[in-house]
């Protein structure tokens, strides 16, 4: 068993976190095979920090080409739900199975 020290300035949270969301592809009006992959109804339950709750953002990346996206932060809450989704747009229909997404 391997053992590491946690960073000095870290606290362990309280217990583990969830995040539940819903993956979708929008097809495009003049080309079904490209459209923009989505991620909405994004919401995460018990986020804390230690004791306390905390400022929290969405950041996904989209792999193998690294596309970034970030939601806005939604400042101090346990339970934080966004109303705004991930997009990624330009995304091929014959790709995605060679796509994953952080």
């Not at 004791?51 to 806005?72: F, N, T």
């Amino acid at each position: 068993m391997h053992k590491r020290d946690l960073n000095p300035g870290l606290e362990p949270t309280m217990g583990p976190g969830e995040i539940e969301f819903q993956l979708s592809f929008v097809g495009n009006s003049k080309n079904k095979e490209i459209g923009t992959l989505q991620v909405n109804q994004i919401s995460a339950k018990n986020v804390y920090y230690g004791k306390h709750s905390v400022d929290a953002y969405i950041k996904g990346v989209l792999l193998p080409e690294k596309i970034k996206r970030k939601v806005s932060i939604l400042r101090k809450g346990p339970n934080p739900k966004w109303e705004i989704p991930l997009r990624y747009e330009g995304t091929a229909v014959s790709h995605l199975h060679e796509q994953s997404l952080e």
